[in-house]
């Protein structure tokens, strides 16, 4: 299957930081990719949808200027989580889904973020 | 609003047993996925099922997807320890990419 990189695996951060969070896809493009928050045990919560050159697109309750995201070529999607706060602790995880593959997504290994 | 009721939601067995987690939805999906998911790490794709009544095996697990491309069920047989997890089942359809989640079942396996 395709492989999808995110990097990094675990941050611990001071409250009022911003943290930057990448995602890439290592051997094919994406044009779309997607953003999902998972609280413990649960299952995935999607944030938002990542499309190379416009704008992302935020799911209902997601603070758009909270979690910056950038699509700026076929292969990279960063999500910057401004003026973190301990609240915004939790595992983020990136996919995106190979064009020929039909709805297929491929994860990443999640970013665990702490904020103190 | 497109719901996948997915079930159980935790399930603790004997090393040996088999299991069946279901995920039931009103709605029609062009596909349906599985994933398993370990802490710490992101989902892996384990089948993607596309025709309705399909069948498809991976070693000692078993998936269908039902008839009117609206459920599917993933058994294990003899399940083993290393099958502990969390399962995520996930309905595609043809418009976009995005998929629609079941809440998740957590599964262990106990020695």
């Known amino acids: 299957g395709a492989v999808v990189s995110q990097h990094p695996s675990r941050v611990i951060c001071k409250s009022g930081t911003s943290v930057k969070i990448e995602c890439r896809s290592l051997d094919f493009q994406a044009t779309t990719m997607f953003w999902y928050r998972q609280f413990p045990k649960q299952s995935l919560m999607l944030m938002a949808t990542?499309?190379?050159?416009?704008?992302?697109?935020?799911e209902q309750g997601v603070e758009k200027d909270k979690f910056l995201i950038n699509h700026a070529s076929l292969t990279l999607s960063t999500l910057t989580v401004t003026s973190a706060h301990p609240e915004d602790s939790s595992f983020y995880i990136c996919?995106?889904?190979?064009?020929?593959?039909?709805?297929?997504?491929?994860f990443g290994a999640g970013t665990r973020l702490s904020v103190l | 609003t497109q719901l996948l009721e997915q079930s159980p939601q935790f399930l603790s067995i004997q090393e040996g047993e088999n299991l069946t987690v279901y995920c039931n939805s009103s709605?029609?999906?062009?596909?349906l996925q599985w994933y398993r998911q370990e802490p710490g790490e992101g989902p892996v794709l384990l089948v993607t099922v596309v025709t309705g009544g399909e069948v498809k095996k991976l070693k000692r697990l078993t998936f269908q997807f039902g008839d009117a491309r609206k459920d599917s069920s993933l058994h294990i047989t003899a399940a083993q320890p290393g099958d502990t997890g969390l399962y995520l089942c996930a309905g595609g359809q043809d418009s976009n990419y995005q998929l629609i989640w079941g809440a998740g079942t957590k599964l262990i396996i106990k020695p």
């Open positions: 996919s995106a889904p190979p064009s020929q593959e039909g709805n297929i997504q491929y």
């Open positions: 709605s029609v999906f062009s596909s």
């Open positions: 990542s499309n190379e050159g416009s704008k992302a697109t935020y």
